[in-house]
């Protein structure tokens, strides 16, 4: 029998590595069966933001770039603004036109019309007198018809001029209706909208992820003048198997965790769950895949430390599936 320099035969060597070689991989087999059955279900999806295309109801040539792609932007900060030099003048004419609705008629219009009405009272006075000689001296016959008939006439159309001029009077101190002051605010106001437009602002915290204008630019109404990001309102959709929809429902929470922070989970919680079932998505290529009947499900992520960002591959850990669930699932 042969032996080692130490006095160990090989055939006793060889069972000895033959033991650890079964030791070890019995192991490595119990660990991975441990893990497996530990691990809560995943799937994968692409992380993704909601977006606003803002743009202006009313055209304009683009006249000043206050920000550039990339900018993070607080709501209300101004992106672009477009040449309203006629906008500006119409806001000035109708907000003179408010002022002088509200002010009313001036003191020196009131007298005048009141002078006027005086005086037509005073000239009704007097041809009411004439006109009670002119019938006195038809009575005597000394003068004629004719006559007679223009001293009435005079006065008739005097009185008339009379009631006239005291309406003038009447609303001169009654001041504007306030109908007429109503119809001028709403114009001054619709000008003034017509000018907000004017300015492009961002109407939530976000970034500008594209620009798609430049000074100079004359825009049609409704044309976008940039895309912006919403941070804050990041998603992602997974598609999971349908054995898990009576596992899962809107409000449950699930863990993340994507490649840039292997050690750092994040939180999210199920925003949907899509109503009609479809085919596993394209982006699967093999056959046992295609054939399988999947449900959508949309979440919504925690990203209150500004870590995440849209683009990135995500993993989603639904923690309350029970083990016996196979572990399926497309990305989006």
């Keep these: 029998m042969e032996t080692t320099p130490e006095g160990v035969s090989r055939i006793q060597v060889k069972k ?5 070689a079964g030791v ?10 441990s893990r497996s059955d530990s691990n ?32 993070t932007l607080k709501a209300g900060q101004v992106i672009a603004e477009l040449d309203a030099a006629e906008l500006k003048a119409r806001r000035d004419q109708a907000t003179a036109l408010v002022a002088e609705l509200v002010a009313g008629p001036r003191k020196e219009e009131i007298e005048a ?9 005073a000239q009704l006075e007097l041809a009411r007198a004439d006109a009670r000689r002119a019938n006195e001296l038809f ?13 009435a006439s005079r006065a008739q159309a005097l009185e008339k001029s009379v009631a006239a001029a005291k309406s003038r009077c009447d609303l001169l101190l009654a001041g504007t209706r306030p109908e007429r002051v109503a ?17 492009i602002a961002a109407p939530n915290d976000s970034v500008l992820e594209v620009l798609s204008v430049k000074a100079g630019d004359v825009l049609a109404p409704n044309r976008e003048v940039a895309t912006l990001l919403l941070p804050q309102h990041l998603w992602v959709r997974v598609y999971v198997p349908e054995p898990w929809l009576g596992h899962i429902k809107p409000g449950g929470r699930v863990k993340v965790k994507v490649d840039s922070f292997p050690n750092k989970e994040f939180e999210g919680a199920i925003e949907q769950i899509a109503r009609a079932a479809e085919f596993t998505p394209r982006n699967v ?3 046992e895949e295609r054939i399988k009947q999947v449900f959508g499900v949309k979440l919504r992520l925690d990203n209150h430390e500004g870590l995440l960002r849209a683009g990135m591959s995500a993993d989603v850990y639904f923690p309350n599936l029970p083990s016996n669930l196979k572990k399926t699932g497309a990305a989006n």
Excluded at 42 to 71: C, F, M, N, P, W
Excluded at 139 to 151: G, N, R
Excluded at 183 to 199: G, K
Aim: glycine content about 6%; hydrophobic content about 40%.
């Design 183 to 199: 119809q001028a605010r709403a114009q001054l106001a619709e000008v003034e909208t017509q000018l907000s437009e004017m300015r």
């Design 40 to 71: 809560p279900a995943v799937v994968s999806g692409t992380i993704d933001t909601d977006e606003v295309h803002v743009a202006s109801r009313y055209g304009g040539r683009v006249e000043k770039i206050l920000a550039q792609e990339g900018d």
């Design 139 to 151: 009575a005597s016959k000394t003068i004629s018809d004719t006559e007679h008939d223009q001293a």
């Design 285 to 287: 290529q093999t056959l």
């Design 24 to 33: 070890l991989l019995v192991s490595t087999l119990l660990a991975s069966c």
């Design 16 to 20: 000895l590595f033959g033991n650890a």
């Design 113 to 121: 019309a009141r002078h006027d009405w005086e005086s037509l009272t």
